[in-house]
């Protein structure tokens, strides 16, 4: 064969190198659509956390026997009241496993999240009417963006009033609920 | 037979090269061809709707609103028992379009990330931010004042 239309190993180096762009696509492509999964999963529970935040909430006394509803917002002001029976349910002894066994279920979620108060010069908002140390309500061992150590985070935004120190004055403020997985 | 010297393609090469444009195809496909989903920009507009409705100004610290302060001073606001979209409504029925603009810009700005553009209308747009237009969520209710 004088003038072939292809000589065998050239022709099993392009196909070798062809399978394995086409591998490594393959791979690439599983890898976004499993993340594109992680990330609607996130975004579906963070919608309803924040929705359930919104909310007036019920019998707020029984949260921590897993009764009632989460709720800090009525009328789109923020009740400190309800805010601290929240805080209250990871005061205890064991934060992290009371945040595993009350908080998530209560909320009906199965991704860890925080979520914090933010003013319009972007400082979040630490100075209650209660000790609510740095500000941070959800998971006890977050303390901000920098302190998130995950392959997915996602945060949501709604807008609130909040007298935080019950003067019966305040302001709007941003609540970002933060999740991840 | 003698074959024709002169091949119009060369097989292998055909099928490699459909095979690299077949996947050329399924990369726009996933990568381009996406909607993303509104739904933050829905709960912004309502959640604004809801503050203005339900906030009346005496309960607004002024101390953190330059611009609300500055209108109490000047006497343009006179009864703080309105809420935030009630007074809105009274100063641009006034034909102060400029001090409802005030208003709104006050009580939005630094709130709203600079990925979000924002504009607020009554009848005309009293206020606006703009941004580049990817998507646009219109929410309307009906306000009274």
Redesign the interface.
Known sequence: ME?G??WYND?ML??SI?AVI?LI?VAS?ID?SSRDDDVDVL?DEA?SI?SSL?SKGYNPGEWSQLDGRVGIVE???VNIENLQSFYSLTQGTNPEEEFISTVKPLLGVNNDFAFYFE????SVVSEFSYDFGDGYFGHPSFSGISSLDADNVLF??????L?ADSD???????MVVAIWS | MELNKKGIFFTMDAFMGLSLFILILVTLYIFFISAGTLEQQYYISEDFFDVFSNIKFDELDTEKYDGVFALLVEGKINNTDYTLSEQIIILSSEGNDANASLLVGDFTEGLLDERFGFSFELEDEIYARENKKNSLVSRGRLLTG
């Open positions: 003038r239309q292809f022709f392009a196909f062809l086409g696509f492509m976004i975004y919608v924040s919104m009328g789109s002001k003013d319009k010069m972007g949501f935004i709604r807008f609130v009033y007298d019966g004055k305040g302001e709007i403020v941003k």
